[in-house]
Nanobody, 113 residues
């Protein structure tokens, strides 16, 4: 059974940084395309980034140049480094395997002064 456990969220001031982690289980992490998504308050969940096997990445326009997705296959962990955060980045962040319909609990990121 696939599971996704996100961590690393918190309260940060505008311009600050956070690094999110995701530890999935129930499948072979190394072989899978992994994605980050977020759900801002009162809005629908949206795709943020894709991290391919081997480390290639693809981002939604609003986070390009500020967020970096990465993976450590040895640790079975997915990361999202978020820099220069703005209040518009406030959301619950989720990771997922591409094509999965399972979601974890997510981790709350709040950007506020």
């Amino acid at each position: 059974q696939e599971q996704f456990v996100e961590s690393g969220g918190g309260l940060v001031q505008p311009g600050g940084s956070l690094r999110l982690s995701c530890t999935p289980s129930g499948f072979s992490f190394t072989d899978e395309i992994m994605t980050w998504h977020r759900q801002p308050p009162g809005k629908a969940r949206e795709w943020v980034a894709t991290v391919f096997p081997g480390g290639a990445t693809f981002y939604t326009d609003s986070v390009k140049g500020r967020f970096i997705g990465s993976r450590d296959d040895a640790k079975n962990t997915l990361y999202l480094q978020m820099d220069n955060l703005t209040p518009d980045d406030t959301a619950v962040y989720y990771c997922q395997k591409h094509g999965s319909t399972t979601w974890g609990q997510g981790t709350q990121v709040t950007v506020s002064s």
